[in-house]
């Protein structure tokens, strides 16, 4: 049900979760543990999903948090006792959220793209980022560790993990895809290797996302090296597309500060 990160199990008082698509209610294409609040499931089959990652965090359902998520370098800071800010209103649009409040399980969802869990284990501040190339490669890691240390994180001690994604074997891009990345900064071209079709490349997302980590200063990194398109314990957006299914599941990947 669940995938760990070593380093992030190695800290006391926290509890974290990148979950897999096994020990849930769904069926079908979004079989089994689908926590995708804007995907086409049974509803109700989602909650219970979601109710069990929450259990299984140690939280209420109700302190499972995310947010409606955009492929934006946008966070979502929460301070104080805590109160959902969107109580009662839609979700908030953003791409990362960051905490410092026990007993809340911040969390976001992937279905390809990039989960990063974060935690400076001195300053007891926690975040959760959504990234994808767009997030990525417009800022999503750097905002979340600016807002972490807005509530007193020291990034030089924050420990980030990066869960399940697509990797570089699966992930072909198109000419114009290379062209952005390169813009945007000619190294960037060290993150894409030929393609087998003509006029195509394979892109290194994961690696992508290290170096923004590391070149903002954060340097104790685990990677879990687990590829959604391959591994069939994960929900794929990608594979989705290729065999042609109507919708996709998604993934909860969540951290939580033990009250």
């Known amino acids: 049900m669940t995938l760990g990160s070593s380093l992030l199990s190695a800290i006391p008082g926290l509890r974290h979760a990148f979950f897999s698509r096994e020990g849930g209610v769904s069926d079908g294409i979004y079989a089994s543990l689908n926590g995708g609040l804007g995907s086409n499931d049974d509803p109700a089959k989602v909650t219970e999903n979601r109710r069990r990652m929450a259990e299984q965090l140690g939280v209420p359902p109700a302190q499972l948090i995310s947010v409606h998520q955009v492929h934006s370098p946008d966070v979502v800071v929460a301070t104080g006792p805590w109160t959902a800010p969107w109580d009662g209103a839609p979700r908030p649009k953003a791409d990362a959220l960051v905490t410092r409040t026990e007993g809340v399980a911040i969390s976001v969802t992937t279905a390809d793209?990039?989960?990063?869990?974060?935690?400076?284990?001195?300053?007891?501040?926690?975040?959760?980022?959504?990234?994808?190339?767009?997030?990525?490669?417009?800022?999503?890691?750097?905002?979340?560790?600016?807002?972490?240390?807005?509530?007193?994180?020291?990034?030089?001690?924050?420990?980030a993990a990066i869960g399940p994604l697509i990797r570089q074997e699966s992930y072909e891009v198109g000419k114009e895809f290379v062209e952005r990345f390169i813009e945007a900064d000619a190294e960037n071209g060290m993150f894409f290797i030929p393609g087998a079709r003509d006029g195509h490349a394979m892109f290194d997302l994961a690696g992508f996302i290290r170096m923004r980590l590391e070149n903002a200063g954060v340097l104790m990194i685990d990677d879990l090296g687990i590829d959604t398109y391959a591994d069939e314990r994960c929900f794929s957006y990608r594979r989705s597309v290729h065999r042609k299914e109507a919708d996709y599941g998604r993934h909860v990947h969540a951290i939580a500060l033990e009250g």
């Open 113 to 159: 793209c990039g989960p990063i869990l974060f935690v400076d284990p001195n300053a007891r501040v926690i975040g959760a980022a959504h990234a994808g190339w767009k997030g990525a490669l417009t800022g999503v890691l750097e905002a979340t560790i600016a807002a972490m240390e807005k509530l007193g994180a020291d990034r030089g001690g924050i420990v």
